[in-house]
């Protein structure tokens, strides 16, 4: 039973369109990270969010908690093919240790 | 070096054959997280410690995965009589705090490559 599932799994794009990845759960969750991967690199933090209905910028990238912490989004402006990587989402629960992670979503940005 | 340092960064082994993955965390982090990664897909969570105390080893397949980290810094992961099905990358992150990833951000190392004839 997968905790985080990323939904689409997979999203080929062409380059100044916009996209949103979701990462849903069934648990709440104390605080929820976005990381993204490159081929032959370990994961990469872009950001962690800690209270229910937080939005965080990161230049074109958008980060949104869902209000009872079982969810988050995020949302891409004007995509470029830097982007093009494995976007994985990871959840913290209160109650323990494990950082568990979505199983991803793959994003293609087209030039 | 200043990133999470793992060894090998690639292992070929036959089936039945012990291997010995290495760790080496960012200097004075707390923290560290063994993950195991299929290609495309999100770590799958293995084992835990702060310092030298394992935390969590609930993501353990099995008894012949173990881990240690005897004096709070470099970890290594032991699987014994290695099976086809244990091929993967084995990923090690890092974490300046000891309270888990609930306030800190996780540093990975660029992972060792386990291949299991």
């Known amino acids: 039973t997968q905790l985080l599932e990323q939904s689409p799994q997979f999203l080929s794009i062409q380059e100044g369109e916009n996209l949103t990845v979701y990462c849903n759960s069934s648990?709440?969750?104390?605080?929820l990270q976005w990381y993204r991967q490159e081929p032959g690199e370990g994961p990469v933090l872009l950001v962690t969010?800690?209270?229910?209905?937080e939005v965080k910028k990161l230049k074109r990238l958008t980060f949104q908690f869902g209000d009872a912490r079982k969810d988050s989004s995020l949302h891409i402006t004007a995509a470029q093919p830097g982007d093009t990587g494995l976007y994985l989402c990871?959840?913290?629960?209160?109650?323990?240790?494990?950082?568990?992670f979505g199983e991803g979503t793959q994003l293609t940005v087209n030039p | 070096g200043a990133g999470v340092s793992q060894s090998p960064r690639y292992k070929v082994t036959k089936r039945g054959q012990d291997v010995a993955l290495r760790c080496d965390p960012i200097?004075?982090?707390?923290?560290l997280y063994w993950y195991r990664q299929a290609l495309g897909q999100g770590p799958e969570f293995l084992t835990y410690?702060?310092?030298?105390?394992?935390?969590?080893k609930s993501g353990l397949p099995n008894d012949r995965f173990s881990a240690e980290r005897p004096e709070g810094s470099i970890s290594t992961l032991t699987i014994q009589r290695t099976e086809q099905r244990d091929s993967a990358m084995y990923r090690c992150?890092?974490?300046?705090?000891?309270?888990?990833?609930?306030?800190?951000?996780?540093?990975f190392g660029e992972g060792s490559r386990l291949t299991v004839l």
């Open positions: 200097s004075g982090h707390v923290s």
């Open positions: 648990s709440v969750f104390s605080s």
């Open positions: 410690f702060n310092y030298e105390a394992q935390q969590d």
């Open positions: 992150a890092s974490s300046l705090s000891a309270g888990g990833p609930n306030t800190g951000e996780l540093f």
């Open positions: 990871a959840g913290a629960r209160a109650s323990g240790s494990r950082l568990t």
């Open positions: 969010v800690v209270t229910g209905g």
